[in-house]
């Protein structure tokens, strides 16, 4: 069966320091990959998607960037955090082929002092 | 993408039926409608999807009438662990999804 793991869950960083989070997943070959944001009781924002390697689409300009060094590996990254940067994270994957359910992580909520 | 309107929130109790509607008037020929059900702190689970007219699983069922301007997810029999946000969206070929507020379903004993 098909598993996706994002890390860390939560992460506490400073304005201005760097970011990571990686999502991975396991038990299929060549899937769309997604990346959103939450804020606080909102909906999910899109942020980034990808259908292969060194292939990303971005649907929100902002200061974070997207990267999928393999196939099944997802990242997002930013040089430079901002307060507003701070939320709910959520990495998903569908099978390729137009309306696949999507599935997702558990999230990485992200604050920033 | 289909733009969708849900109530914000709802009530409901043990072991009753729960229904809830989706406005999707502006919905595109090749949109299909996907609902998503969210636990506090958790990632979004797909429950269900469908196109036109009924379709159930282990879940939920799930109705669309003829002109696709609305749907509604049934709930049967909830229980207090259906307590959570459950997002409709439009979901076309390209499969970008676009989350609303969603509804919030608060299940009482």
């Known amino acids: 069966s098909q598993t996706i793991h994002q890390w860390p869950a939560t992460l506490v960083q400073p304005v201005g320091s760097p970011l990571s989070l990686e999502c991975t997943v396991e038990?299929?070959?060549?899937?769309?990959l997604y990346w959103y944001r939450q804020a606080a009781g909102r909906g999910l924002q899109l942020l980034f998607y990808s259908v292969g390697i060194g292939q990303i689409s971005s649907e929100v300009p902002q200061n974070l960037s997207a990267s999928r060094p393999q196939d099944r590996q997802f990242i997002l990254s930013s040089k430079k955090l901002l307060l507003s940067d701070s939320g709910f994270y959520l990495c998903?994957?569908?099978?390729?082929?137009?309306?696949?359910?999507?599935?997702f992580g558990d999230g990485t909520r992200l604050s920033i002092l | 993408l289909a733009k969708t309107t849900q109530p914000i929130s709802m009530d409901s109790y043990e072991g009753q039926e729960v229904n809830i509607t989706c406005s999707h008037n502006n919905i595109a020929t090749n949109d299909y409608i996907t609902w998503y059900q969210q636990f506090p702190s958790q990632g979004p689970r797909f429950i269900i999807q469908g196109y036109k007219t009924k379709v159930t699983n282990e879940v939920a069922s799930l109705f669309i009438p003829a002109d696709r301007k609305s749907s509604t997810l049934s709930l049967p029999r909830v229980s207090l662990s259906d307590t959570a946000v459950y997002y409709c969206l439009g979901n076309n070929a390209g499969n970008m999804l676009t989350f609303g507020g969603g509804t919030r379903l608060m299940v009482k004993p």
């Open positions: 038990g299929t070959s060549n899937p769309n």
């Open positions: 998903a994957w569908s099978t390729q082929g137009g309306f696949a359910p999507q599935h």
